[in-house]
């Protein structure tokens, strides 16, 4: 059926829906078993088989095949056997790891994914997209994704954007009203929506007649498979890191050879020895914990109201310099109450908390009862026509479905005794000029209110409406705006605003006749003003100390607000975020301005206020052409490129429309300030711990190639076999290391400045700590390997003796300084021992793994390994808490020269 050259009657009744009440539950229930979900076919997953082959397609995994095949070839069938099998294991570990992190991605994907409200059995609901069936009832406002194919049964200035699916960008203007006759293209069809598509502006309804892959754009679905995530910068370092290694082995495998064939050594022994070196130099388990600690991370953060959507912004989350923030709703409660108003020349003050329309207004301490002010009596009239919340009662609880601005208006219209239901159904809404945030006005169209046939009724901005007034309505006239009033009722703005209030304007205009141009240019010109309202919006309690805590971090926190200058300085003033010294200003004012100018302006200036959404782009373009990192919230459908543009762009979860939260890093589920910088404190923790356990895994393969490089150079036989080798490195290492990945955050973590994004992974301190562990290690294992050569002798049961201890030393190593690991500035005395439990169980778990291959008999004879006494531990156990007590006393020793101070007291 072609919907578009059908009446919306028809298109109704072919769908059984009723246009008011929507489908029944029982009715989407059926309907849902017989057309699926509304959904585009999952994304075909990766065949197994790639995904293997893309695993033997690693560096590291191929010199590990080439190692089994070299021990294969010189005979030692078993080795390569089990090489072969520790490998594929691996593989397959990190086939199914990688797949589980993918799961909770996708997880959190779909909790970011839209919903859509819908009326069903006669109410407004919110369900998910993927709910909607044909005959569903979708209402469409400005900024939301189109959720399926409908017949639009109502628009109001519906402007939507179809370039996802026509490539033509300007919005196309839908009319509801409208049945075509002809076939037409699709960017033709103006009484249609097409899912994927954007609500520009306005608003509509639309019945649903397609869903899932029969819409248009599931036609074309297999074009638009999901972007593939990319590898982060820190994958890319880290790849780039084994890259090197695999190098660095390859000429140490060089030095070993030459130095072996001098001690002449057999060619076949010093195969074995190279091969042993590359397993040694690898830090096998190293990317797959990566990618797990960063879902991790994603995971963390989701639980605490910041949905991250890509694995990138969780590292980038960490390196943030500057936070820019809306103010309304974010930093402050968006919890609106009426205080002040001005008409009639008079300022008023109005009683009463919450939404509850209960309270007084009074002028001089005298209540002004209805009809008795005209200016009053104009202004809640029409503050509560144009206006789209309602107010809801239950249990004599009030609470506002919709704008909180506006919602406060209808209980300031309540408190002078006026109705919503019924001044709506008197005075109905005829048409309507919606709010936008560049025009920051809203006007509706309404019959015999005031003298004219037709009024129009528009509230806004005062700065913004005042402009366009020519007239103002005192004591019941309508008399002419002369300038002295127009100064009158700026100062009256200013000063309200100055306490911190939010202040709107109110106007109307007068029309013999419905106009026919209903646009802002014709509409919103030669108003009378009646009056302003000033509501608090408190700031939200947590977020001063939120501030403090971006301060101390070395994060700059910035306000950027569509609301007037001074309301966004006082309330700048009281969270800190305006300090002495800091500046403030208009958007406007960067209209113009060369980008020198603006990277110049960005320096200094915390608060930006009246800023429309290109204003947002300045800034944040001029952010990051000084070098900052800059997170940038937005909850608009104009916000999206700014949101886009940022380094972190976040969307709110609450209030933010469909485009906002599609284009965003991060959305926040509570659209808090406080939980942004809570994400950037759990990104530097994510960022740390990675830190730790990369230092921990790789100081481990250090140390294992300069035991095998040393052993030959003191013409000692070959101190570990690879099986051995990858056993420690991808069995027993690989928990301590995942563990170390979850570590609570260290004090100092929001008290230092942000990471330089282009910092190596391996830095200073990084550095001196793995030579130093590796040389601890190397000196303990070693030492071990050395005196039981000595002992038992270096040939047949000897040497799997000395083996055997060299092994056992070298694990323990690993497993006790994990502990030491936890921390790169702490000593183990100021964290604690054991405070960390995963750490504990993954150890009690290597451990485990351990004795199993020291003392199950066959597994112990694959891995050429032989039991140890009592003396034996002894020995093992006190060599290896050696790189454990260096690591801490370095510690203490960087501790001391950093704060000289402490010691002295
Ligand atoms: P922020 O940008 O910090 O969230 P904001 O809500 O003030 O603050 P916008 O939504 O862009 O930002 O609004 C800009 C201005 O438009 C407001 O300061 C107010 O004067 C006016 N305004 C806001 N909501 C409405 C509305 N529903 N109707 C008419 N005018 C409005």
């Known amino acids: 059926m072609e919907w578009y050259r059908t009446s919306t009657r028809d298109v109704l009744k072919e769908l059984s829906a009723d246009p008011e009440a929507g489908l029944s539950a029982s009715a989407v229930e059926t309907r849902l078993s017989e057309y699926g979900r509304n959904e585009l076919k999952e994304e075909k997953k990766k065949p197994f088989i790639k995904k293997l082959a893309e695993q033997f397609l690693d560096p590291m995994i191929i010199i590990l095949l080439l190692a089994a ?15 072969l099998a520790i490998v594929i294991v691996n593989a397959l570990l990190s086939i199914f790891q990688e797949g589980k992190a993918e799961e909770a991605i996708a997880a959190l994907k779909k909790m970011s994914s839209p919903t859509v409200k819908v009326v069903r059995d006669g ?28 017949r639009l049964i109502e628009s109001s200035n519906l402007k939507i954007d179809e370039s996802s699916l026509t490539g033509e960008s300007v919005a196309v203007e839908k009319d509801a009203a409208v049945t075509m006759d002809e076939e037409v293209g699709i960017g033709d069809r103006v009484n249609y929506a097409y899912s994927a598509s954007i609500v520009n502006y306005g608003r509509g309804k639309g019945v649903v007649t397609e869903t899932g892959l029969n819409t248009e754009i599931g036609k074309i679905a297999t074009t638009l498979s999901t972007m593939e995530e990319e590898e982060t910068p820190l994958q890319r370092k880290l790849a780039g890191l084994s890259k090197t290694l695999g190098i660095l082995v390859l000429a140490v495998c060089a030095v070993v050879f030459v130095v072996g064939k001098i001690y002449g050594r057999e060619t076949l022994q010093m195969f074995l020895t190279s091969v042993s070196l590359a397993v040694a130099a690898i830090p096998e388990g190293l990317p797959a914990i990566v990618t797990i600690v960063l879902s991790m991370g994603m995971g963390n953060m989701a639980r605490h109201n910041a949905i991250v959507k890509r694995l990138l912004a969780v590292e980038t989350l960490g390196t943030t310099t500057y936070i820019c923030s809306d103010k309304t709703g974010t930093l402050t409660q968006n919890e609106m109450t009426v205080t002040r108003v001005y008409v009639d020349g008079k300022v008023l003050e109005v009683s009463g908390s919450g939404y509850a329309p209960t309270g007084e207004i009074t002028g001089g301490g005298e209540t002004v009862a209805p009809e008795s002010m005209p200016g009053l009596d104009a202004l809640t009239a029409v503050a509560s026509l144009v206006n789209d919340a309602d107010l809801s009662e239950s249990g004599g609880n009030y609470s506002i479905v919709g704008d909180p601005t506006e919602g406060a208006l209808i209980t300031l219209a309540g408190k002078h005794g006026i109705h919503e239901e019924e001044i709506e159904a008197a005075y109905p809404r005829l048409e309507e000029i919606p709010f936008d945030s560049d025009r ?23 700065d913004v409406i005042l402009k366009r007034c020519s007239h103002i309505y005192k004591d019941g006239e309508i008399i002419e705006l002369t300038d002295a009033m127009r100064q009158e009722v700026l100062d009256q703005n200013t000063a309200f605003a100055k306490q911190a209030l939010r202040v709107l304007g109110f106007a109307f205009r007068n029309f013999d006749a419905m106009p026919s141009d209903i646009s802002t240019d014709a509409i919103e010109q030669d108003m009378v003003f009646v009056g302003l309202v000033g509501m608090i919006d408190p700031a939200r309690p947590e977020v001063k100390d939120a501030i403090k805590e971006c301060r101390t971090a070395g994060i700059v926190p910035v306000m950027i607000t569509g609301d007037y200058l001074e309301t966004a300085k006082a309330i700048a003033e009281e969270l800190g975020i305006l300090r002495e010294g800091d500046h403030a200003m208009m958007g406007e004012e960067l209209n113009g301005k060369s980008p020198e100018e603006i990277r110049e302006i960005v320096k200094t200036t915390r608060v930006f206020a009246r800023v429309s959404p290109q204003n947002k782009v300045q800034i944040v373009t001029a952010l990051k052409e000084n070098g900052e990192i800059a997170a940038m919230t937005g909850d608009g459908v104009n916000d999206a490129p700014a949101i886009k543009k940022a380094d972190i762009g976040i969307a709110m979860g609450i209030t933010g429309t469909d485009v906002a939260k599609n284009t965003a890093d991060v959305i926040l589920t509570d659209d808090n300030f406080a939980t942004i910088v809570q994400a950037v404190e759990e990104g530097r923790i994510i960022y740390a711990n990675i830190k730790k356990f990369v230092t921990f895994l790789l100081s481990c393969n250090i140390g294992e190639v300069l035991v095998v490089f040393l052993a030959i150079i003191l013409n000692l036989p070959t101190p570990f076999l690879p099986i051995q080798l990858l056993w420690l490195n ?30 190596p992974i391996l830095d200073r301190k990084v550095t001196i700590t793995l030579i130093i562990q590796s040389i601890a290690i190397t000196a303990a294992t070693l030492g071990v390997y050395y005196y039981a050569l000595k002992t038992h002798g270096d040939t047949g049961a000897g040497l799997v003796y000395s083996r055997t201890m060299a092994f056992t030393t070298l694990i323990f190593c690993e497993l006790f300084r994990s502990f030491s690991s936890r921390s790169i500035d702490d000593t183990l ?25 020291l003392y199950v008999p066959f597994l112990e004879n694959l891995f050429h390994l032989v039991d140890l006494n009592v003396k034996d531990w002894a020995i093992v156990l006190i060599s290896s808490l050696i790189p454990l007590v260096i690591g801490e006393i370095q510690k203490f020793i960087r501790f001391n020269q950093s704060h000289p ?3 002295q007291e």
């Open 69 to 83: 095949i070299i021990s294969g070839v010189v005979g030692e069938a078993v080795d390569s056997v089990i090489i």
């Open 123 to 150: 109410r407004i609901s919110e369900i998910q997209s993927t709910e909607l069936v044909p005959g569903d009832l979708v209402i469409l406002e400005t900024g939301d994704i189109v959720p399926a194919d409908m």
């Open 440 to 462: 920051k006005m809203m006007s509706t169209f309404h019959e015999n209110y005031f003298d004219g046939k037709i009024s129009s009724f528009t509230k806004g901005a005062p």
């Open 730 to 759: 991808l069995v027993t290492d690989s928990f301590p290391a995942l563990a170390l990945g979850v570590e609570k955050g260290e004090e100092e973590t929001m008290l230092e400045p942000p990471r330089d994004p282009q910092e």
């Open 829 to 853: 005395w100021k964290i604690g021992f054991f405070s960390n439990k995963r750490l504990v169980q993954a150890v009690l778990l290597s451990l485990a793994l351990v004795l199993v291959v």
């Open 901 to 903: 101070q402490d010691t």
